[in-house]
């Protein structure tokens, strides 16, 4: 039910958009489809919509941009990915593990997603330089940055030893990103403790068993449903006094101490340029994957001073937000 | 005189494609010759302004790898000392800010040891003490202060180069820095080019390192084949070739030569030549006007030759038709009208002749020609008015023709008549006589009319005797196939009226006095054989002439008897020295008695 009028909503904004459209020709059709609530994904939707504002879509005649909403529910998202089918887009926009769930429907349809994980690993993608499907996107470069992480988590706390690390055992890539932070871990001289959640609810109880566990510190991997969650998390770190990091900005302004990673809303707003690449006649098989060509660093400082601890310089220097 | 339709207008395309040929050849030769220059002037200008582009565009580039070279020699001002590694990172970390597109920096000391790598991606690491000195990168900064590496394509995609520094002191060690190149894309995207032209870049071996099109450098594109690199190795001259998307376009290129990488500005044929194409285009519009006007001159002109030399032609037809009077006008002042004129002398010189013709046609029938030709040349018919003059007239026919035209067949008088006429025509042709008339077998010719000579009575009485020997012999021939016919003869001389009488279309030539008639009773009375002559005719040939009185005759319609002699012969010559055939007439009563 919540799905639904969640649905009806994200869909009523652009009814006028569509209903004005003259319907001269038929407008050129793009499916959005996240995994997130809209409360959650409308700020990347918005992303993508200034960046085909950018290229001259988007402008009432020209095209009609629908979204659909997951509402952290891979059920949910499973189910949607029929109905964006069904609705017949000319290229569906999929964020994150919506990706994954499209790419088991095999549509049709050129998909560009944005996906956390190595695409060729997920198998979304031949290769970086020649996709060779259907499919084609920017990858975020999340298993990179998790020894990067630890490395941030060490330098603001020089005498931490066993860091938490919160993973949802869903996403495909979990393994190799555990096996990543294992090492990076390692490298800086942490040790880690893996919890992992489902669901939001399962989150929560894992929250409480790293409380009991007694971490210096805690990593959460960049999955939708954690950085949905990122507020709660926030609360539980401040009540708890545990530093968290993870990768997306998202996640530090929410009211978390670090993010390093690539700049989502950025590279959201690249996957206009792939939707304009394909709605022009380039193949999904001959676009590059790309791969965000900046990372940046997020410090919360308020949280800092909630946490009561201190920023060093190596850490600011290189921050490219600090939130006061 | 009659041309077929093809052919009637044959001279006016002739001329007009003669004409409108020659000027559009001149127009056409000047018209190409100058759009050739423009084509080399502005296709060389277009080559320079591009090539000037591409080196713009390899001065940004290498300006742009030059402030990360700048920026990395940063690190390396410092000698290498533990207690600055964190000062160091601090750089380094500093240095990454700074530069996105540098993604990691690795830093040894001065023995070539590494100190420091601090990564956007991986864990830092500080002091591992790692022996680096075999690396080129290592090896390059410390033989050539800079050093960049072959490009290398992360994920088989992305391009990176290695890009290696030393400081100014042996001991401050090696700066290497790993370098984005998808970064370029920045500086590329933003070079100019024309519209629709593109900057794009390529390392040495020819593969595509930025171009605006970010996923042609992440396909890792190979481009050492494509005619614009080749080309590129050999000259820097601009070539046409076909650019990254297919379309001909226009290549300029320029080195970079630190890094020995080539960018090259491709711009579309049809956009980098439209200022060509343009003017090319003017070139050709005035080209086409003039050969309109060419044309339409061309028309003009060669209706101007031709339409009088067709009112000409139609004049010969008419003439050539028989209308003499026909006359051609043509006022164009030139050689057509003099020939016009000519022409029309020409009609009427022919109509003159015509004429004349024809009056000879009517002269010949009653004069022998040497006369009518005297007539003729002399002034004409004035000749033939009437008039009045002292003639010799003589009256000649056949004795017994009445009864042989009736007792034979018709076919043997034709012929008699015919041998007949034939001996004594050629006589008075001889004797230039005129011919007066000729009914059935009777003749009269005159002397002296219409042309006066000298000795009218002396020519009458020769012919009279040439004649007489003439049918004698045709007479003995007549004899032979059993025909009796006998000839008579009379010569009178007098004053008689002469002119033409008839009517339009028949007009004879005739005389009208008592002399014709004397010479005509005359003839009747001779018998066969005598040539019958008067007093006056007499006086005038009795000193060659042997005649014989017949005695006074009494003649019908004339009122007094007229003394008649029978000319027997005539002897010797006289003194126009001609004929001198003594004809021997019969006797008189021998020639009687056979009739």
Redesign the interface.
């Given at each position: 039910m919540i799905g639904r009028r969640a649905f009806i909503n994200g869909t009523l904004c652009l009814v006028g958009t569509t209903f004005s459209a003259r319907a001269q020709r038929p407008p050129v059709r793009i499916a959005w489809l996240s995994p997130t609530t809209s409360t959650d994904g409308t700020i990347f939707f918005q992303e993508l919509l200034t960046g085909l504002r950018e290229r001259g879509f988007v402008d009432q005649d020209t095209a009609a941009i629908q979204p659909f909403w997951g509402e952290d529910s891979p059920d949910r998202v499973a189910r949607l990915v029929g109905e964006v089918i069904g609705s017949k887009p000319d290229v569906i926009v999929a964020q994150g593990s919506a990706a994954l769930a499209v790419k088991q429907a095999k549509p049709d349809i050129p998909v560009v997603f944005g996906y956390s994980g190595d695409p060729v690993q997920a198998g979304l993608v031949d290769?970086?330089?020649?996709p060779g499907g259907k499919m084609t996107g920017i990858s975020y470069?999340t298993l990179?940055?998790v020894?990067?992480r630890?490395?941030l988590l060490k330098e603001v706390l020089p005498q931490a030893k066993h860091v938490a690390v919160l993973a949802n055992p869903q996403h495909p890539g979990d393994r190799a990103e555990r096996k990543a932070s294992e090492d990076?871990a390692a490298?800086?001289g942490l040790q880690i403790k893996y919890f992992e959640a489902r669901t939001i609810p399962q989150q929560m109880e894992a929250l409480a068993a790293i409380e009991k566990a007694g971490v210096d510190a805690a990593m959460m991997f960049p999955v939708q449903n954690i950085i949905s969650n990122r507020r709660a998390i926030a609360e539980w770190a401040i009540r708890t006094k545990t530093p968290t990091v993870s990768g997306w900005a998202q996640f530090a302004e929410g009211g978390n101490l670090m993010s390093y990673g690539p700049n989502l809303l950025a590279a959201t707003r690249r996957l206009a340029a792939f939707a304009e690449?394909i709605l022009k006649g380039?193949s999904p098989a001959?676009?590059?994957?790309?791969?965000p060509?900046?990372?940046e660093l997020v410090v919360n400082l308020k949280a800092a001073r909630a946490l009561g601890i201190s920023i060093p310089?190596?850490v600011l220097?290189?921050a490219d937000n600090v939130i006061e | 005189m009659s041309a077929s339709p093809g052919s009637k207008h044959r001279l006016f395309r002739k001329y007009v494609a003669l004409i409108a040929g020659v000027v559009s050849l001149a127009l056409f030769a000047h018209g190409g010759t100058e759009a050739w220059f423009l084509y080399q002037e502005q296709r060389s200008l277009l080559a320079r302004v591009q090539i000037e582009q591409a080196e713009a565009a390899a001065t940004k580039i290498s300006s742009y790898i030059g402030a990360i070279e700048g920026q990395i020699g940063w690190t390396t001002q410092l000698p290498w000392l533990a207690a600055t590694t964190d000062q160091r990172r601090l750089d380094a970390q500093r240095l990454l800010r700074q530069v996105p597109a540098i993604t990691s920096l690795t830093q040894t000391d001065g023995e070539g040891r590494e100190q420091l790598r601090v990564s956007r991606f991986a864990v830092d690491v500080i002091g591992s003490g790692v022996d680096m000195t075999a690396e080129p990168a290592v090896i390059g900064a410390l033989t050539q202060k800079v050093f960049y590496s072959p490009i290398y394509f992360l994920n088989d995609s992305e391009p990176y180069m290695h890009l290696a520094l030393t400081g100014p002191r042996r001991d401050s060690g090696v700066s290497i820095a790993e370098v984005n190149l998808k970064f370029i894309w920045e500086v590329v995207s933003k070079i100019e080019a024309g519209k629709m032209g593109v900057a794009y870049v390529v390392d040495v071996v020819g593969r595509l390192i930025a171009h605006p099109d970010i996923s042609r450098v992440l396909r890792k594109t190979d481009l050492s084949g494509t005619e614009q690199v080749r080309a590129a190795r050999i000259s820097r001259d601009v070539i046409v070739a076909e650019g990254t998307d297919g379309r001909r376009v226009l290549s300029a290129h320029a080195p970079i030569d630190a890094l020995g990488w080539t960018v090259f500005v491709d711009v579309p044929l049809d956009e980098a030549f439209a200022p060509l194409y343009g003017s090319l285009m003017r070139t050709g519009l005035l080209l086409l006007v003039g050969v309109i006007l060419a044309i339409v001159a061309a028309y003009i002109l060669a209706r101007r030759m031709v339409v009088p030399i067709r009112r000409l032609q139609d004049g010969v037809a008419r003439v050539g038709g028989g209308d003499l009077g026909h006359r051609v006008e043509i006022r164009t002042g030139d050689e057509i009208e003099a020939l016009a004129d000519q022409f029309n002398a020409m009609s009427t010189d022919l109509r003159v002749a015509r004429e004349r013709a024809e009056r000879m046609g009517r002269l010949r029938r009653f004069l022998s020609p040497q006369i009518a030709e005297v007539i003729e040349s002399s002034g004409g018919e004035s000749l033939l008015e009437s008039h009045r003059r002292e003639i010799t007239a003589v009256f000649c026919d056949l004795r017994g023709f009445t009864a042989f035209a009736e007792s034979s067949s018709p076919e043997d008088v034709m012929r008699v008549l015919g041998e007949y006429h034939a001996a004594l025509g050629a006589l008075i042709h001889e004797y230039e006589g005129t011919l007066e008339r000729f009914v059935g077998d009777g003749l009269l010719v005159l002397f002296n009319d219409p042309l006066p000579c000298p000795d009218p009575s002396v020519r009458a009485v020769r012919m009279s005797v040439e004649m007489r020997r003439a049918i004698g012999e045709l007479a003995e021939k007549w004899r032979r196939y059993g025909h009796a016919l006998g000839f008579g003869m009379g010569i009178a001389h007098g004053f008689a009226t002469l002119g033409r009488i008839g009517f339009e279309g028949r007009f004879d030539y005739s005389a009208i006095g008592t002399v014709v008639n004397l010479a005509a009773r005359l003839c009747s009375d001779a018998k066969d054989g005598e040539i019958l002559i008067e007093g006056k005719v007499l006086s005038a040939v009795e000193s060659f002439t042997e005649v014989q009185p017949v005695g006074e005759l009494e003649l019908k319609g004339l009122r007094r008897p007229v003394a008649a002699y029978n000319v027997i012969s005539v002897t010797g010559s006289d003194s126009r020295e001609t004929k001198s055939a003594p004809a021997t007439a019969p006797a008189r009563g021998a020639a009687g008695s056979s009739a």
């Open positions: 290769s970086f330089a020649r470069l990179q940055l020894g990067k630890m490395e990076g490298a800086v690449a380039t001959e676009l590059p994957v790309e791969r060509t900046r990372v310089p190596s220097i290189r | -």
